[in-house]
């Protein structure tokens, strides 16, 4: 035990432990506020992406849970161990999914959330949590996690200075990470959209369909299903398929008798595609070699290339800013968010002649490799921040700080 300090649960230091309304409630378009815990998902309350309800089910809300300011939110279902705590004074109440914390006058607010909010805290929670699939944190179990802090107010609140502080220089370098981050790939895609607006002599402008063969996936047969086991008959499902990526990890199979069934739907190595439905709709790629022969959903589709345009020049034109602007609109023309493939042949494309072509892409990949550069250097240093996070915070709650 650290000098000065003490031990006890949660429920001996804090006033009240409970739990919003377990009843799912009638929402409006204005009212009383009410949070879940995806309101406090960041570590602060999200008062911008909020839901309403009415004076009537408040009433009876309110008589269970009261929150006021200072009072702690723990998410306790879905994103589990995350707290924020109530900053403005304002009338509201909560989901069950979110824990109501207030705690005795022996701590300090502050010093609590940083502790709900530490390494020392999670790893307690983590052990507690119940349910099978979406994680779920009871009261009970709340309440019967551990913690160390400071006997005397004071050094609790020195502890709280010092970690505001740090944090305050961790949130400034993280954002100044994030701001690089962001300006490196802009760099890229401003190149990108650059080469494309300034065409020269020689270059062309024709419908997809005119220099393309563009042909739809086969969605499985009626009682057919996939399978894990490696059966050497891959089928790509639109989640396979990302931006410039496809998902080889997580490849399903065919079963023979399957296959037989739509074996015209294969695709080859350096196949375009493009998926047609679902939320990553428009990203396009090639198809790399290990997926050669692999069966493809009725949810994308395949460009096969019958002019003199490169497949990998065809995948950037596609991703150009431009592009990009053609298949939303492509995709909002159709009723039910889809794009048809008919709209996919009717898609501009420009390009030049193949020597320009191989031009464009070395410049293309010489930037997009320093673009990486510079990528994979900030992502290290906002992982690295975070990580610093947690080693304060450990170190506050072992009495090293």
Known sequence: ?????????????????????????????????????????????????????????????????????????????????????????????????????????????NFMLYFINSPAAKKQFHKRLKGIGVPNLHLKEIREVEILYPKSLPEQKRIVAILDKAFAAIAKAKANAERNLKNAKELFESYLQGVFENKGEGWEEKKLGEVCHVKGGKRLPKGHKLTSEDTGLPYIRARDLKQETVLVEQTLFLKPETQNLIKNYTVKAGDVYITIVGV???????????????????????????????????????TSETSRRNIIRATMAAAQGKLALTRIKDLPIFYPPPEIQEEILTKINNLSFETKKLETIYQQKIDDLKELKKSVLQKAFEGQL
Request: hydrophobic share 40%; glycine share 6%; with cysteine.
């Open 1 to 109: 035990m650290i000098q000065g300090w003490k031990k006890k649960t949660l429920k001996e230091v804090c006033e009240k432990i409970t739990d919003g309304t377990h009843q799912t409630p009638k929402y409006f378009d204005d009212g009383i506020i009410f949070l879940s815990s995806k309101n406090v998902a960041s570590g602060k309350i999200d008062w911008d992406n909020i839901k309403y309800i009415d004076e009537k089910q408040h009433h009876e809300m309110h008589k269970r849970v009261a929150p006021k300011v200072n009072d702690i939110l723990l998410a306790k279902n879905g994103t589990t161990g995350v707290a924020a705590m109530v900053d403005r004074d304002i009338v509201f109440d909560i989901y069950v999914s979110l824990a109501h914390i207030r705690v005795l006058d022996e701590i300090s607010p």
């Open 280 to 318: 990553n709709i428009g990203d396009v790629g090639t198809i790399p070699a290990k997926m050669a022969g692999a069966n493809l959903t009725e949810n994308a589709a395949k460009i096969i290339i019958k002019n003199s345009i490169s497949n990998i020049y065809l995948v950037k034109w596609l």
